[in-house]
């Protein structure tokens, strides 16, 4: 099965991801930016979706770090504010979503950072 992560200090918006695409992916969550950067090498994963404005560090830095040692993977930004950070560093993510996201669009674009993977093996 297909590995997702979605980092998120909302526990709820964690759960309501899980519940809605468990089906379809592997999916881990954290509400924690630093666990999930040891979620993510402890398990391969490679299709990453973060909040931006979280407590120990923002969504652009999360990626950053995980680019540092995982440079082919696809990460997103699913955000209820449109940061200026993230329209100057876009070249580091795949996508940039609001929230409240729409599941068949995010989906959509799930299975297009998993197509880009692929593609790229």
Excluded: W
């Amino acid at each position: 099965m297909k590995k997702i992560i979605y980092i998120d200090d909302d526990e709820l918006n964690t759960q309501l991801f899980k519940m809605n695409f468990r089906n379809k992916y592997e999916v881990y969550t954290t509400l924690n930016p630093l666990n999930g950067i040891s979620m993510i090498k402890n398990e391969n994963i490679k299709v990453i979706i973060t909040d931006y404005k979280m407590p120990e560090m923002n969504g652009m830095e999360l990626i950053n770090e995980v680019k540092k040692f995982q440079p082919e993977s696809v990460c997103m930004v699913l955000s209820a504010y449109l940061e200026s950070e993230v329209i100057t560093e876009k070249h580091k993510i795949f996508k940039y979503m609001m929230k409240p996201y729409k599941r068949e669009e995010l989906n959509k674009n799930i299975e297009e950072a998993f197509n880009l993977l692929q593609n790229a093996d």
